[in-house]
């Protein structure tokens, strides 16, 4: 599964990189996805992995506050990368003839750094004062990883100001993103109701439909891991809910944005060898293409 998410994200960003027809805003905002996506996965699996295989299963107290960090990073900056997606997605199809000035190169650089700038800094208080706390041992973490809920059971303290500064945070992360997916898509939808031709219709309902399949899935795992009140944790479920947003959704993703694209098909088409593929990219890093 790492090795599928590595290999399909980084595909995904060196189509958008060598590919003329991919140098587009939504492009643009898939490509950091895809890095994001590999950046999340690699903060987990790889110990994980060694885990499977090792005797001695464990992880230093700095170790495991990175690796926190870093995962509730990511996911913060995977909630806005996805509602700038949306918000590409409601210029391209509700004001097309708008669209490449709204959206220009400087709006979508604007946008993609401040969304990794939100992620850097969103979750960084709550993990200091986490790992501030008293931990008494054993220190055993019921979990793949240094995940909020199954460290929070370990203080030896009441940690009900942790819980809530946590689902305060995680309201604020998800919530107004979300809000901003939900708004765009309802205005396409009034917007693509209102055209007369149906194959007008299909066409703008596809250009959607891979992200709305990539939201959905992040977002419902995202809320029943974070959304969920303290006494609906199950351990048990929380593992599984854990290893899909973790592990299977950023694997699923590149399929999906491909086998549902056929901009992305037709891509993949044209890359018939290496020196084709190498000559694009050269052009690409010497500053000839832009997005």
Known sequence: MYMLTLLGNGLIILLTLVDSALHTPMYFFLRNLSFLEICYTSVTLPKMLINFVSKVKSIS?????AQMYFLLSLGTVECYLLAAMAYDRYRAICSPLQYPLIMNQKACTQIAVASWFCGILMPLGNVVWIFNLPYC?????????????????????????????????????TLSPFLLVLVSYICILFTVLKMPSAEGRRKAFSTCSSHLIVVTLFYGSASA????????????????????YSAITPM???????????????????????KTLLCELGKYLCGRRRF
């Not at 107290?61 to 506050?65: D, L, S």
């Not at 891991?225 to 899909?244: G, N, T």
């Open 252 to 274: 699923l993703n590149p399929m999906i944005y491909s086998l549902r694209n056929k901009e992305v098909k037709v891509a993949l088409r044209k890359l018939k060898g290496r």
């Open 225 to 244: 891991m974070y959304l969920r009140p303290k006494s609906s944790h199950v351990e048990d479920i929380d593992r599984l809910v854990a290893l899909f």
């Open 137 to 173: 041992g054993p220190n055993k973490i019921n979990h793949f990883f240094c995940d909020v809920p199954p460290v929070l059971k370990l203080a030896c303290v009441d940690t009900t100001k942790n819980e809530i500064s946590i689902l305060a945070l995680s309201v604020l992360i």
């Open 61 to 65: 107290f700095a170790g495991c506050a």
